[in-house]
T-cell receptor, first 114, second 115 residues
Framework: GNSVTQMEGPVTLSEEAFLTINCTYT??????LFWYVQYPGEGLQLLLK?????DKGSNKGFEATYRKETTSFHLEKGSVQVSDSAVYFC?????????????FGEGTQLTVNP | EPEVTQTPSHQVTQMGQEVILRCVPI?????FYWYRQILGQKVEFLVS????????KSEIFDDQFSVERPDGSNFTLKIRSTKLEDSAMYFC?????????????FGPGTRLLVL
């Protein structure tokens, strides 16, 4: 079945450091891929998405490229801020199921120190 | 900006009791979902709902669970007889369409604790 694997956390960085959070997936066909972010005390918010191979999703300085050949959707940001501290979830939806259920990774806790 | 709301934010109940978790999806959305996250585990899909019926459910969503859209704005999840292992954060979500690439908008969650 569909599955998503994220790099183990937590991740702690200093402000202005480069961020990579790895995400790989297993799915049949061409799923859609998402990154959601959860700030403390809030629900999950869509950060970015890509719906076909080689698409790049971007938002708020974050980017991720849909790589079919490596089944990956790694999240990157060139210079993190303290306000980026949150939990980041990689997710997919795809043709294995009839609907649009999201399958999530484990979540990666990011802490950015000033 | 429209958002999904959920009530209550926290619920404590005794094992065997019924609970109803409430959600108000975004008003022009047509697809509704429930997910849950047991502490320390992944967010898991429970059920999707469209046109007043369940469109998909996971193996977690057994006969103890039911969903309803009672009045055209609320979307509820009922757990008939709670178990200790139902303790989790429950998230409601909604989307305009039901395709794979549709963005689902999540509420802040209800934390359920079963004692």
């Amino acid at each position: 079945g569909n599955s998503v694997t994220q790099m183990e956390g937590p991740v702690t960085l200093s402000e202005e450091a480069f961020l990579t959070i790895n995400c790989t997936y297993t799915a049949t066909g061409y799923p859609s891929l998402f990154w959601y972010v959860q700030y403390p005390g809030e629900g999950l918010q869509l950060l970015l998405k890509a719906t076909k191979a080689d698409d790049k999703g971007s938002n708020k300085g974050f980017e991720a490229t849909y790589r079919k050949e490596t089944t990956s959707f790694h999240l990157e940001k060139g210079s993190v801020q303290v306000s980026d501290s949150a939990v980041y979830f990689c997710a997919l939806s795809g043709e294995e199921t009839s609907g649009s259920r999201l399958t999530f990774g484990e979540g990666t806790q990011l802490t950015v120190n000033p | 900006e429209p958002e999904v709301t959920q009530t209550p934010s926290h619920q404590v109940t005794q094992m065997g009791q019924e609970v109803i978790l409430r959600c108000v999806p975004i008003s022009n959305h047509l697809y509704f979902y429930w997910y849950r996250q047991i502490l320390g585990q992944k967010v898991e899909f429970l059920v999707s709902f469209y046109n007043n019926e369940i469109s998909e459910k996971s193996e977690i969503f057994d006969d103890q669970f039911s969903v309803e859209r009672p009045d055209g704005s609320n979307f509820t999840l009922k757990i008939r007889s709670t178990k200790l292992e139902d303790s989790a954060m429950y998230f409601c979500a909604s989307s305009r369409g039901g395709g794979w690439g549709e963005t689902q908008y999540f509420g802040p969650g209800t934390r359920l604790l079963v004692l």
